[in-house]
């Protein structure tokens, strides 16, 4: 199999393993068109056809978690320069994730009255939307462990003679814009 490479990126130097995969029926006719799908990188040649088809499986999930922490945990709203503090940010969406996920039993889910489809049925799959939705009640329920707060007063300030660094300046990438020959060879 040959696949097409750039002029920057020779694909002949980077070796991969392609998979179709087909689904069939009992009698072995196909049900869907095939997929296709690409395992590259140095452990290529050590991964088995099952495990790579299982990996692709488990995309399926991640893409959820990607979209509800975009969309309900704020996971892509906060920016910064500093890279540091967005991966903090970036792990502590991910924490309240995880304490959706683990609160999933503890909580009850009271539908609003325009939620007829929730009410009808004796089982209904709590949704991480759910989740969120009731979870300041399994909080309440945990107790306040933070002290009472001071009050309000004037803060110090600097110390005298503190001398503030400047943000570096970077320059100006902007899209589309090729890069000559000798800025190719400094990066």
Same mark, same amino acid.
């Given at each position: 199999m040959l696949m097409k490479g750039t002029q920057n990126y020779k694909m002949n130097r980077y070796p991969f393993t392609l998979l179709q995969i087909t689904t069939t029926d009992e009698v072995g006719n196909r049900i869907w068109k095939p997929m296709w799908l690409i395992a590259i990188g140095p452990p290529h040649k050590e991964l088995n056809l099952i495990d790579c088809y299982e990996s692709y499986r488990q995309r399926y999930g991640m893409e959820h978690l990607f979209q509800f922490g975009k969309q309900k945990l704020l996971m892509t709203a906060y920016s910064t320069p500093d890279f540091e503090h967005e991966k903090k940010w970036f792990k502590l969406t991910l924490i309240d994730y995880f304490n959706l996920w683990a609160s999933r039993n503890?909580?009850?889910?009271l539908p609003h009255h325009?939620? /007829? $489809?929730? &009410?009808? &049925? *004796?089982?209904? *799959? @709590?949704?991480?939307s759910l989740l969120q939705r009731v979870f300041y009640r399994i909080i309440s329920t945990l107790g306040i462990m933070a002290t009472s707060p001071k009050r309000p007063g004037h803060s110090s300030g !600097? @110390?005298?003679? $503190? &001398?503030?660094?400047? !943000?570096? !300046?970077? /320059?100006? @990438? @902007? *899209?589309? /814009? &090729?890069?000559? *020959?000798k800025e190719q060879k400094v990066c």
């Amino acid at each position: 199999m040959l696949m097409k490479g750039t002029q920057n990126y020779k694909m002949n130097r980077y070796p991969f393993t392609l998979l179709q995969i087909t689904t069939t029926d009992e009698v072995g006719n196909r049900i869907w068109k095939p997929m296709w799908l690409i395992a590259i990188g140095p452990p290529h040649k050590e991964l088995n056809l099952i495990d790579c088809y299982e990996s692709y499986r488990q995309r399926y999930g991640m893409e959820h978690l990607f979209q509800f922490g975009k969309q309900k945990l704020l996971m892509t709203a906060y920016s910064t320069p500093d890279f540091e503090h967005e991966k903090k940010w970036f792990k502590l969406t991910l924490i309240d994730y995880f304490n959706l996920w683990a609160s999933r039993n503890l909580a009850v889910i009271l539908p609003h009255h325009w939620e /007829q $489809y929730l &009410k009808n &049925k *004796k089982s209904v *799959k @709590i949704t991480p939307s759910l989740l969120q939705r009731v979870f300041y009640r399994i909080i309440s329920t945990l107790g306040i462990m933070a002290t009472s707060p001071k009050r309000p007063g004037h803060s110090s300030g !600097r @110390i005298k003679g $503190y &001398k503030k660094t400047s !943000r570096t !300046r970077h /320059q100006v @990438i @902007i *899209k589309g /814009q &090729k890069k000559s *020959k000798k800025e190719q060879k400094v990066c």
